[in-house]
């Protein structure tokens, strides 16, 4: 099944050309021209959004679970087309993008399972004490409600899981808000034929079409007008630090401030403990090489820092940079991702005290390894070592001691995720960490690598800042609807009046 782009946006229902357009560059294949997005289109879809949210706000789960699961079944009809035009832009695998398109329905199915049990209204009810002295207590009861229309940004390292019908889309349709997307100019292709897809859910359906929109990648000001609009009352942002920031900014300095939940991005450290290193340091080296330049580097989840004794580093260099060598350039998603990879890999290297375990050859599109090694003073003594680097490098951090590896957690900013290599006798050094990294990261981990992010209940995919902007929030799993939801109470409210799923 072949798909050839038409580069419309998707408002209300409706297929969009506007006046400009800009050209996809793919990594192979050919490229189509996209029109750009604009401010009056984003006018449009947020009314429509506003308008669709009184009927769409107010439909029942099972309705909600049905368009879901609809929308499922929409992209896995679609998915030899989706695989085509999604390798072709982003330079990913056939294996990977087919893998993620299934994360993508996986996760549509889930919200669909989670809101049909409920669990996820928090529902509460205090009985009226008509008799209580000295003041009566009133009949109480508590809810959550979706919040209104939700703005979503494509992040560009998963064109399917985290973009147009991604988590933060899969959440916010669950939990009763419209939804306008920004598509990312990565991969418009694979954002407009994921559109069709839920269309024709809609479609299908009879659902109000302003419940989705999708804009394609246009200028600074289409993202700005989104996140200022008077009628979005949240974001859902995957992406950059610098990018992020300024969303979350503009979202506060709004007459009417409104959340904005943007996950940014971290280095993800490995504390590798003394006896698991001299145990297991050869096959966690090796490990960690694979973690480190999987797709590409290209992951948030990136363990991009690894910390462990300067008297077992030597061995555990050698190890990880003889794995590295046997990996080949990979293609990166876009031109500017490969050029920021240059831009921080000649910023670790001008670090003070920095040395160079593997050098390579980086160009054009095409990502390959590097690994640096400090000690932790000088990693301490300079906050540009511990920015992220998106893309497969990593350093070592040395440390003299344990008390040292405590002193270099705690230097951490917030992160997504921090691991522990340890073994039993590894476990008084570890409880000492813990305090630590929990407080550091939204996930810790124990003898493994943070590359794969389960969508399940108890998974959490954000952190401290600048891990994400909003540390009680998570990206992945059924608690991430919570961000698009906000808790209403009933104060004697006749039966007639409460919301169904209070009766």
Same mark, same amino acid.
């Given at each position: 099944?072949?798909?050839?782009?038409?580069?419309?946006?998707?408002?209300?229902?409706?297929? /969009?050309?506007?006046?400009?357009?800009?050209?996809?560059?793919?990594?192979?294949?050919?490229?189509?021209?996209?029109?750009?997005?604009? /401010?009056?289109? /984003?006018?449009?879809?947020?009314?429509?959004?506003?308008?669709?949210?009184?009927?769409?706000?107010?439909?029942?789960?099972?309705?909600?679970?049905?368009?879901?699961?609809?929308?499922?079944?929409?992209?896995?009809?679609?998915?030899?087309?989706?695989?085509?035009?999604?390798?072709?832009?982003?330079?990913?695998?056939?294996?990977?993008?087919?893998?993620?398109?299934?994360?993508?329905?996986?996760?549509?199915?889930?919200?669909?399972?989670?809101?049909?049990?409920?669990?996820?209204?928090?529902?509460?009810?205090?009985?009226?004490?008509?008799?209580?002295?000295?003041?009566?207590?009133?009949?109480?009861?508590?809810?959550?409600?979706?919040?209104?229309?939700?703005?979503?940004?494509?992040?560009?390292?998963?064109?399917?899981?985290?973009?147009?019908?991604?988590?933060?889309?899969?959440?916010?349709?669950?939990?009763?808000?419209?939804?306008?997307?920004?598509?990312?100019?990565?991969?418009?292709?694979?954002?407009?034929?994921?559109?069709?897809?839920?269309?024709?859910?809609?479609?299908?359906?009879?659902?109000?079409?302003?419940?989705?929109?999708?804009?394609?990648?246009?200028?600074?000001?289409?993202?700005?007008?989104?996140?200022?609009?008077?009628?979005?009352?949240?974001?859902?942002?995957?992406?950059?630090?610098?990018?992020?920031?300024?969303?979350?900014?503009?979202?506060?300095?709004?007459?009417?401030?409104?959340?904005?939940?943007?996950?940014?991005?971290?280095?993800?450290?490995?504390?590798?403990?003394?006896?698991?290193?001299?145990?297991?340091?050869?096959?966690?080296?090796?490990?960690?090489?694979?973690?480190?330049?999987?797709?590409?580097?290209?992951?948030?989840?990136?363990?991009?820092?690894?910390?462990?004794?300067?008297?077992?580093?030597?061995?555990?260099?050698?190890?990880?940079?003889?794995?590295?060598?046997?990996?080949?350039?990979?293609?990166?998603?876009?031109?500017?991702?490969?050029?920021?990879?240059?831009?921080?890999?000649?910023?670790?290297?001008?670090?003070?005290? /920095?040395?160079?375990?593997?050098?390579?050859?980086?160009?054009?599109?095409?990502?390959?390894?590097?690994?640096?090694?400090?000690?932790?003073?000088?990693?301490?003594?300079?906050?540009?070592?511990?920015?992220?680097?998106?893309?497969?490098?990593?350093?070592?951090?040395?440390?003299?001691?344990?008390?040292?590896?405590?002193?270099?957690?705690?230097?951490?900013?917030?992160?997504?995720?921090?691991?522990?290599?340890?073994?039993?006798?590894?476990?008084?050094?570890?409880?000492?960490?813990?305090?630590?990294?929990?407080?550091?990261?939204?996930?810790?981990?124990?003898?493994?690598?943070?590359?794969?992010?389960?969508?399940?209940?108890?998974?959490?995919?954000?952190?401290?800042?600048?891990?994400?902007?909003?540390?009680?929030?998570?990206?992945?799993?059924?608690?991430?609807?919570?961000?698009?939801?906000?808790?209403?109470?009933?104060?004697?409210?006749?039966?007639?009046?409460?919301?169904?799923?209070?009766?």
């Amino acid at each position: 099944m072949s798909f050839k782009p038409h580069g419309k946006h998707l408002v209300a229902g409706e297929w /969009v050309a506007t006046d400009a357009t800009f050209r996809s560059e793919p990594a192979h294949g050919e490229a189509y021209d996209f029109f750009t997005g604009t /401010v009056e289109l /984003v006018n449009r879809a947020a009314e429509a959004a506003e308008e669709a949210f009184w009927s769409y706000g107010y439909s029942t789960r099972e309705q909600r679970a049905a368009f879901l699961e609809a929308i499922a079944d929409e992209i896995e009809a679609r998915g030899e087309a989706i695989t085509e035009i999604g390798t072709s832009e982003t330079g990913l695998p056939a294996g990977r993008l087919e893998g993620e398109r299934g994360r993508t329905t996986g996760q549509l199915r889930l919200f669909a399972s989670h809101i049909r049990k409920g669990d996820y209204l928090d529902r509460r009810h205090d009985e009226a004490l008509p008799n209580r002295k000295p003041l009566a207590r009133p009949d109480i009861r508590l809810i959550e409600r979706p919040v209104g229309p939700v703005a979503v940004f494509g992040a560009s390292n998963f064109p399917l899981a985290f973009s147009t019908a991604g988590g933060d889309t899969a959440a916010a349709l669950a939990a009763g808000c419209p939804v306008v997307v920004k598509g990312h100019s990565a991969h418009p292709g694979t954002g407009e034929i994921v559109a069709r897809a839920i269309h024709a859910a809609i479609v299908t359906l009879g659902l109000h079409p302003g419940v989705f929109s999708l804009i394609q990648g246009g200028r600074r000001d289409v993202g700005t007008g989104l996140v200022t609009h008077p009628l979005i009352k949240a974001v859902g942002f995957t992406g950059s630090l610098a990018g992020g920031r300024a969303l979350f900014d503009l979202c506060a300095k709004r007459p009417e401030p409104i959340p904005f939940f943007g996950e940014l991005g971290s280095v993800n450290p490995m504390f590798i403990l003394p006896e698991a290193a001299g145990a297991r340091g050869e096959a966690i080296a090796k490990g960690w090489a694979g973690s480190l330049t999987m797709g590409a580097g290209q992951f948030c989840t990136n363990p991009g820092i690894a910390v462990i004794l300067e008297a077992q580093a030597d061995a555990f260099a050698e190890t990880a940079r003889a794995a590295l060598s046997e990996t080949g350039p990979q293609v990166m998603l876009t031109d500017g991702i490969a050029s920021a990879y240059r831009d921080g890999r000649d910023r670790i290297a001008a670090g003070s005290g /920095v040395r160079e375990v593997m050098t390579s050859t980086c160009d054009l599109r095409n990502a390959t390894p590097y690994l640096f090694r400090v000690s932790a003073k000088d990693w301490i003594s300079n906050h540009a070592l511990s920015e992220e680097v998106f893309g497969p490098l990593g350093l070592i951090v040395t440390v003299e001691d344990a008390g040292e590896m405590i002193e270099v957690a705690k230097s951490f900013e917030g992160q997504l995720t921090a691991t522990l290599h340890l073994d039993e006798a590894d476990t008084e050094l570890g409880r000492r960490l813990m305090p630590v990294l929990e407080r550091k990261a939204g996930r810790v981990l124990a003898n493994g690598y943070p590359t794969g992010v389960e969508v399940c209940d108890a998974m959490v995919h954000g952190g401290p800042y600048p891990a994400s902007t909003n540390f009680g929030a998570t990206s992945v799993g059924t608690l991430s609807i919570r961000r698009f939801l906000r808790p209403v109470s009933y104060q004697n409210m006749p039966q007639d009046l409460l919301p169904e799923d209070l009766r």
